[in-house]
T-cell receptor
């Protein structure tokens, strides 16, 4: 079964520092991969998606992620963290034969001034 | 103009009661979903409907019954509520596999 693993349930960075949130997937076939963000008491918002096109994907709010098949990874990065980036981030995979999303366990990003 | 809206936002009820959560989307999408987020923030799909037809039922107890009167609405009815049903329930919709739009969530607390 396809799945994603997010390493690190909590990540803390200083404002202006690099953000790196890790996600590894398990799939025999490169799946569709997503990063969603959840701000407190809100629903999920799509940050970016990988759908078999360019391996470096740029999303909203300055985030990007690189699909690396050799490492089965889809890590999320942002060069310079902002206080407003503090939220829960979810990596997700969509198997090729379904419409559902399988989520990772989430990573809470804290940004300190 | 809200894309995916759920009501109510908060629901507190006693064990054994029956309750419903409503969801509506104005995006013209064919597919709608219910996801459950537990107290540890873990998200798991419960159901998906495509054009009013049930597509995915992820071994959810029979006490949970989704109903889709039309492709813009997907309601969730829960019978005989249990303490373990306490969670945040998210409705979502998608027009293709590339992006799902989520509602704000309904926080259900069973006491």
């Amino acid at each position: 079964a396809q799945s994603v693993t997010q390493l690190g349930s909590h990540v803390s960075v200083s404002e202006g520092a690099l953000v790196l949130l890790r996600c590894n997937y398990s799939s025999s076939v490169p799946p569709y991969l997503f990063w969603y963000v959840q701000y407190p008491n809100q629903g999920l918002q799509l940050l970016l998606k990988y759908t078999s096109a360019a391996t470096l994907v740029k999303g909203i709010n300055g985030f990007e992620a690189e699909f690396k098949k050799s490492e089965t990874s889809f890590h999320l990065t942002k060069p310079s963290a902002h206080m407003r980036d503090a939220a829960e981030y979810f990596c997700a995979v969509s198997p090729h034969n379904t419409d559902k999303l399988i989520f990772g366990t989430g990573t809470r990003l804290q940004v300190f001034p | 103009d809200t894309a995916v809206s759920q009501t109510p936002k908060y629901l507190v009820t006693q064990m054994g009661n029956d309750k419903s959560i409503k969801c509506e989307q104005n995006l013209g999408h064919d597919t709608m979903y219910w996801y459950k987020q537990d107290s540890k923030k873990f998200l798991k799909i419960m159901f998906s409907y495509n054009n009013k037809e049930l597509i995915i039922n992820e071994t959810v107890p029979n006490r949970f019954s989704p109903k889709s009167p039309d492709k813009a609405h997907l309601n969730l009815h829960i019978n005989s509520l249990e303490l373990g049903d306490s969670a945040v329930y998210f409705c979502a919709s998608s027009g293709d596999r590339y992006e799902a739009f989520f509602g704000q969530g309904t926080r259900l607390t069973v006491v």
